[in-house]
């Protein structure tokens, strides 16, 4: 399974960016997708998952009401939309996936996932 993240850049705070995450060399419908982020001299923190539905997705704290997961099947490929972004969201974003039918909450935890994206850098200025 290969994932490639993309879309990151440089945007002022208040602003928007989405990041996207295409796979190949699997059955994306069977997938949960998620979303993680590291920024310098911290550790990897979970952002936000969908489940492979679509249906269900799950969020940090931090990003609750400003962030959004999503799915295009069709496409095979995950988005992570950022929206009233802060200098704090700066980071460097991972995209992860895993084969995952059960508990939602338990996408929160990056040990449970299978393979992983190159990351890509999201700079906020203040």
């Known amino acids: 399974v290969q994932l490639q993240a993309s879309g990151g850049g440089l945007v002022q705070a208040g602003g928007s960016l989405r990041l996207s995450c295409a796979v190949n060399?699997?059955?994306?419908?069977?997938?949960?997708m998620g979303w993680f982020r590291q920024a310098p001299g911290k550790e990897r923190e979970f952002v936000g998952a969908?489940?492979?539905?679509?249906?269900?997705?799950y969020y940090a704290d931090s990003v609750k009401g400003r962030f959004t997961v999503s799915r295009g099947n069709a496409q095979n490929t995950a988005y992570l939309q950022m929206n009233s972004m802060k200098p704090e969201d700066t980071a460097v974003y991972y995209c992860a996936t895993v084969s995952w039918f059960g508990e939602l909450a338990s996408l929160g935890s990056s040990d449970l996932y299978d393979y992983w994206g190159q990351g890509t850098q999201v700079t906020v200025s203040s």
């Open positions: 060399g699997y059955t994306f419908g069977t997938l949960a």
């Open positions: 969908v489940s492979w539905t679509g249906k269900e997705s």
